[in-house]
């Protein structure tokens, strides 16, 4: 295992600007998921994972273009324009295409002519890994503004023959301006971790050096996404609590302490767990999966962005983030909220 543990020791206060989301049109519940796999009854499914809906791409939508609607909502939100956006990344296992990048899709969409763009692959971790890149960036040059994207299309690589992991799946995008704020405030400490050995527990087998696209690779689809749910549940179960007390302990910060907790969105009953073992029952535990399912990278900062914009995240408020997810690997982030001028909700689509 490696762990990469990231202390803010620096004195400079950098946070969150704005935050932004968006969901695509499409909601495919558990009874349309049925008719497509007989074996999949809704009960069951709500019952295995706590997911009653999730959304999906239109044909015409792929990951850039459901991160360039969530970076304009994070860029109106901190009340900049894109133009002043100086770095921009984007966490995705789920690219446009091999090449090019997807965050120079997004800059050329949004009109980001000044950032500096590049994508970065931790699967579900993603967000956070970015978080603390984008902390760097910033306290190089205190007054850059970093736009840190998370976005995945998992309906694109689901195979529905593949029950267990067909209905936990959605598609979506989230996204945060980092900036310099207030003192005693953002982002205190984040702690990351990779474990490669665990590498074969979520992959999609084709498609690269290794495995290139062939008759072969599609006839055995290859090009799906294949998970060993017990193993991750497993991983997620030992590994996950030590790292958020690593990072809790660091920061002499006790876990009844935090006011609120944002988990990627796995599954429900992993969420639940993870509260449980973790110490993290006095936080409010935010959730979005039973709307939205398991949206990769993108779940963690969807599920900030609604906490946000609903006013549940308060002046000086303790808000662990933890994500977990393919690699393996986790990454934890606590920050003090810092208050962002009130706007409007985010337009989700009906």
Not at 181 to 188: A, D, K, M
Not at 281 to 307: K, M
Request: net charge negative; aromatic share 6%; glycine share 10%.
């Amino acid at each position: 295992m490696f762990l990469a543990q990231v202390p803010i020791w620096c004195g400079m206060a950098v946070g969150i600007l704005g935050t932004g989301s968006y969901l695509p049109h499409e909601v495919v519940t558990n009874s349309d998921l049925n008719t497509w796999i007989p074996d999949a009854d809704p009960d069951w499914i709500l019952q295995e994972t706590m997911v009653r809906s999730r959304r999906y791409a239109a044909p015409d939508e792929a990951t850039s273009d459901l991160a360039a609607h969530a970076a304009r909502q994070a860029i109106a939100h901190a009340a900049l324009t894109a133009g002043d956006i100086d770095f921009l990344i984007v966490a995705t296992a789920t690219p446009d295409s091999p090449q090019p990048p997807t965050s120079h899709l997004v800059q050329a969409a949004i009109g980001a002519d000044r950032a500096v763009c590049f994508d970065l692959n931790v699967v579900s971790s993603g967000f956070v890994f970015a978080l603390g890149i984008a902390h760097s960036l910033v306290v190089v040059n205190p007054s850059a503004r970093v736009l840190v994207i998370a976005a995945d299309v998992y309906s694109r690589i689901i195979d529905f023959a593949d029950r267990d992991t067909a209905v936990l799946f959605g598609d979506g995008a989230g996204a945060a301006v980092i900036g310099t704020v207030g003192h005693g405030y953002g982002i205190l400490d984040l702690e990351l971790v990779s474990r490669g050995s665990g590498h074969g527990l979520i992959h999609v087998p084709a498609g690269g050096s290794r495995l290139p696209a062939s008759e072969k690779t599609l006839a055995n689809a290859d090009h799906f996404l294949r998970m060993d749910g017990p193993g991750v549940r497993d991983f997620v179960a030992s590994e996950v609590p030590w790292a958020l007390e690593a990072l809790l302990r660091r920061t002499g910060v006790y876990a009844a302490a935090i006011d609120h907790f944002v988990p990627h969105q796995s599954d429900g009953v992993t969420v639940t767990e993870l509260v449980r073992v973790s110490g993290l029952g006095n936080a409010r535990t935010h959730v979005t999966l039973d709307r939205y399912g398991n949206l990769g990278s993108a779940s963690l900062p969807v599920t900030l962005d609604e906490a946000a914009r609903t006013g549940a995240l308060r002046d000086g408020d303790l808000v662990l983030l933890a994500g977990f997810g393919g690699g393996m690997s986790i990454g934890a982030c606590l920050l003090r909220w810092h208050p962002i001028e009130a706007v409007p909700a985010s337009p989700m689509p009906a």
